[in-house]
């Protein structure tokens, strides 16, 4: 049997040892590159940078809550304030800034143009100015968020406005009524929307126009098909968002009586727009973690995807159904008896495809070869949580018991394995995966897996007890609560910090990787996608000759070769 | 003591409603469903795990698909939540078809507590009820989106401000059980907790009569002073000079105050009606705008009753005998929320 290194072998040494990170040098560089490698690199930065945000005010939150009464600020009033602004923050934060852009901006710019084997997205420019759109909207939201935190804790008044202590949820009347800054917050959350839908938008054309030879649609890799439900969503949902939040201001600053009873409005209204889009939404978040968890399954498993055009579908299938449930959000809210069953048997309806997609993962396994790396440990980890959280999801979707859990904890857990454990379990399994792709070096295996071994038991210690204080009737957005509470708050607030410092390792290992990580191979896992047919990290055009596709789940075609530890293509 | 502490579960605090055990019942059926789902997938899992860990010189198997086998797990889980909807849809249809001949109480939410007003005028901060028959609250909002949320009755519903929303439930144990507010409202949502006390059907009657009189019975400072926790003043206003979300009421009598428009006003009668009548009209300098207006919710002798404490608690102002804190009824009918166990500055003792 004969072996060669496909990749790039037409490079020559010197050539091979340029790419994209050091093609050219200094931050103007970088600044007003095109580059979508270096541009899902800012992203990297600024997504990241708010995550730590977010993650510390978790921590925060959770040490709020450790004991009944005011924990951290000892006058009972300012304490409420204080974390009313601190839960805004930590949620807005979370979904607007984290959630929602992380895989499609980081993961989706760095590697949908390389599996399409081409050289950038379609509109390359317009993908930075989506970045700038994150960084700008970003720092204002974060600004006017972190200065309500400040004013409430220490009384400093760091501008006129007064933060935002709404919810990420902006309901309304009291979005309308509240003395905090909700017309420069809402305009924060309407430019990172703009950002999303240029992602969209981008992905959308790069998928039409850019595949390569070889590749049909049911030859696309799962990641891309769940970049592309996810794009179209966000082109869809996401302008909704938007006139939403422009009639809050409009509401707010000129009274114009959309939602205000006292004027002929209903505030119930505001909640069918928020989540119009925001139901969607949790698909945005989703569905690219769907991806990725595919790709991660079928290559460490050494085994094609059971299944793929089943999971194809059922990604169109979850963002075509996931516009036609935000009524579930509602059952409380008296909206008529027959909305409330018809929301909740459709609701039901999207919990199918998910299903179909566990068992594929399920059955991808069965019969493979399984190497339980860091990205797969990930991945078996989200598998986990998703089912939790998707199983809970169906006391939700029951009339009956979702009038009793609603707005309790139970619905804080559930969420949290849904967007958190999925997304951020999914978006960790692909840094890990892509990791050497993207910088050209190994992180420590034995740290990765150790870390993610913190991360997922954290994650359980914290809420999975919450849907027992839920299922208890602890309301949520409690800054205080009875003292029978007080056991699972406690044993919630210890898991984040044992999640915290996992995270933190994580961390470490990534920064550790940069300094003295060993040179990554081309293809260190054996993948059959595109990407892995380039050099580590790819050249600035990505590929010195278009590649061409064949099935990307034909894992057969590689082989491992100890000698550079790496995998090699199998000459035919 | 309360009616959660004796039988709950692990699951699900105590049931003391009628349609509760519906909800149970669908609520474990669904649990059942989710371990039966669960332990599947962890045993598959970890079973693959092991049995295909990767050793060299093992082929992995290359099958990619199996429709039949694909069609069965969208097939069966279909089947499976089908009727999770539907017994799902059937507890609720219960929630909605109240029967005849409830027992009415109107709800008012505010920021933040809660007003029940019975049928002959009388209004309480927590909700009393008889045992076995059916009561219809019927909710409202003077300010934002609250919602009502009795745990042991296993039932929430919003309380949204230019609507009236409906509920019913039928209790079936006699104890004291939680009420709360389970819709973000601002400051003080976590403190927007009454109980709800369900009374022996004989003896619910002769309480309403004796609650709804109670303050005329009583020395009006004495009245005032349960008032001014009963019907949410303390929710803002301190007495003891510390501060708050309004101004404390402790030497403020006989006092001119600045307002926010720059002038100022001497506190007497006139003013502190004024106050509860149109709370916008005199704002204290340093305060915002967002104390409801009692109109139509006072009655004369309770005004004048409020006045009298406010009066007691200056210096100036030379309390009657009677006014002395132990010497209220220990009828808890008007307990003020203050008595819960939440911590926070309404829990000083
Ligand atoms: C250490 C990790 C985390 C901890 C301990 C944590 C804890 C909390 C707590 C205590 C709340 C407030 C619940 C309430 O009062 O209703 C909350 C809300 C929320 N969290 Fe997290 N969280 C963590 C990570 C995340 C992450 C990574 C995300 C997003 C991916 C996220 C998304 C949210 C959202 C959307 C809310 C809702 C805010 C709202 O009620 O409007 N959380 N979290
Ligand atoms: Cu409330």
New binding site residues.
């Given amino acids: 049997m004969t072996i060669a290194t496909t990749a790039s072998p037409e490079l020559e040494p010197a050539a091979r040892s340029r790419n994209y990170l050091n093609q050219t040098r200094g931050l103007r560089s970088w600044l007003i590159t095109l580059d979508h490698k270096r541009i899902g690199i800012l992203y990297m930065v600024a997504i990241l940078g708010a ?1 730590f945000l ?2 510390v005010f ?2 925060l ?2 040490t709020e ?1 450790i004991s009944p009464g005011p924990t951290l600020i000892k006058d009972p009033v300012r304490a409420w304030d204080f974390y009313n602004h601190m ?2 923050l ?2 807005a934060v ?2 607007f800034m ?2 929602i852009p992380a895989i499609p901006a980081i993961l989706g710019n760095f590697v949908l143009p390389i599996m399409l084997g081409a050289k950038d997205v379609a509109f390359p420019r317009l993908n930075l100015l989506s970045f700038y759109l994150y960084a700008f909207g970003g720092v204002f939201f974060v600004w006017v968020l972190l200065s309500g935190v400040i004013e409430s804790a220490f009384g400093i008044k760091l501008y006129g406005g007064g933060g935002l202590d709404t ?3 902006f309901y309304t009347p009291y979005s309308t009524s509240t003395s905090s800054a909700v017309v420069p917050a809402v305009l924060g959350a309407f430019i990172l929307g703009f950002s999303s839908i240029l992602t969209g938008l981008n992905f959308i054309a790069s998928m039409h126009m850019l595949r390569p030879k070889g590749m049909t649609w049911f030859r696309m890799p799962l990641f891309l098909w769940a970049l592309y439900g996810t794009s179209a969503i966000q082109i869809l949902a996401t302008p909704v968002l938007a006139i939403t939040l422009l009639l809050l201001v409009a509401e707010r600053t000129l009274g114009v009586g959309i939602f205000d009873p006292a004027l002929g409005g209903d505030p119930v209204l505001f909640q069918h727009f928020f989540w119009f889009y925001s139901h969607p939404a949790v698909y945005i978040m989703i569905l690219p973690a769907m991806g990725i968890i595919s790709e991660v399954v079928s290559v460490f498993s050494r085994k094609h995807i059971f299944g793929y055009s089943f999971i194809a579908m059922s990604s169109i299938a979850i963002a075509l159904l996931g516009f036609l449930v935000w009524g579930h959000h509602m059952f409380t809210s008296g909206q008529s008896p027959v909305a409330n069953a018809i929301f909740s048997l459709l609701t039901f309806t999207v919990s199918i495809p998910s299903a179909i997609k566990v068992f594929n993962w399920l059955a991808t396994m069965h019969g493979g070869s399984i190497q339980l790396k860091t990205p797969m440990l990930y991945a078996i980890g989200f598998i986990m949580l998703f089912s939790i959280g998707g199983l809970t999801g169906l006391f939700l979707g029951s009339l009956a018991t979702d009038i009793h859990v609603h707005d309790t904890y139970f619905v ?1 857990a559930h ?2 394995y849904v ?2 454990g999925s ?2 379990f999914a978006f960790l399994a692909g840094m890990h995966y892509w990791w050497p792709k993207i910088f050209g070096k190994m992180y420590n295996e034995y740290l990765g897996r150790l870390a993610a071994l913190v991360v997922f038991v954290g994650f359980n210690l ?1 809420f999975m007890v919450q849907f027992i204080a839920g299922a208890h009737g602890m309301p ?3 800054a205080n609560y009875l003292d029978e509470f007080t056991i699972y708050h406690q044993i919630s607030t210890i898991g ?1 910090y044992v ?2 410092a996992g995270l933190v390792m994580v961390a470490i290992n990534w920064l550790d990787s940069l300094v003295r990580g060993r040179p990554a191979p081309e293809n260190p896992w054996g993948g059959n996608t595109l990407e892995w047919q380039t050099t580590s990290p790819p050249p600035t055009e990505n590929f010195a000759r278009t590649p061409t596709a064949d099935d990307p789940y034909a894992l057969h075609k590689w082989r491992y070769d100890a000698s550079i530890e790496g995998y090699v293509k199998v000459a035919e | 003591m309360l009616g959660q502490s004796s039988e709950s579960s692990f699951w699900l605090p105590v049931n003391a409603s009628s349609y509760g055990g519906e909800v149970d019942w669908v609520f474990y059926f669904i649990y059942g469903v989710c371990v039966v789902m669960m332990v599947l997938i962890v045993v598959l899992a970890v079973l693959f795990i092991w049995r295909y860990r990767h050793r060299p010189g093992v082929e992995p198997s290359r099958l990619s698909h199996n429709t039949p086998l694909e069609l069965t797990w969208t097939i069966i889980p279909t089947i499976v939540v089908g009727f999770i909807f539907y017994f799902g849809f059937v507890g609720f249809l219960n929630m909605n078809t109240p029967p005849r001949n409830l027992y009415e109480i109107n709800v008012t939410a505010f920021k933040w507590g809660w007003a029940f007003q019975y049928p002959n005028g009388h209004v309480d901060q927590n909700l009393h009820i008889p045992r076995d028959r059916p009561v219809r609250l019927i909710l409202s909002s003077q300010d934002v989106i609250h919602s009502l949320y009795i745990p042991a009755f296993r039932i929430k519903k919003d309380a949204v401000p230019g609507r009236y929303n409906k509920m019913w439930f039928k209790a079936t144990k006699e104890g004291e059980y939680h009420l709360f507010c389970a819709e973000y409202c601002g400051t003080k949502h976590s403190e927007m907790y009454a109980k709800v006390i369900v009374h022996d059907p004989t003896q619910f009657a002769a309480w309403l009569e004796e609650a709804a009189n109670w303050a005329a019975k009583l020395p009006p400072a004495e009245a005032g002073q349960k008032l001014y926790s009963v019907r949410g003043c303390a929710q803002c206003h301190t007495v003891d000079g510390s501060g708050g979300i309004g101004p404390s009421f402790k030497n403020i009598f006989g006092e001119s105050q600045k307002l926010r428009d720059g002038s100022s006003v001497l506190v007497d009668e006139d003013y502190i009606r004024n106050s509860l009548m149109n709370p916008g009209s005199q704002i204290v300098a340093g305060f915002e705008n967002v104390m409801p207006t009692y109109k139509g919710r006072l009655k004369d002798v309770e005004i004048t009753a409020l006045i009298e404490y406010i009066k007691s608690l200056s210096e100036h102002y030379e309390a009657p005998p009677a006014a002395v804190e132990e010497s209220a009824p220990e009828e808890n009918a008007t307990q003020p929320a203050a008595q819960h166990s939440t911590g926070g500055e309404n829990t000083k003792p």
């Fill in positions: 995550f977010g993650g978790a921590v939150l959770r809550l839960f805004t930590h949620g979370m979904t984290f959630i919810g990420w949820t804080v969420f949290h967007m958190m997304t951020l914290t949520r957005r409690y984040s999640m915290a």
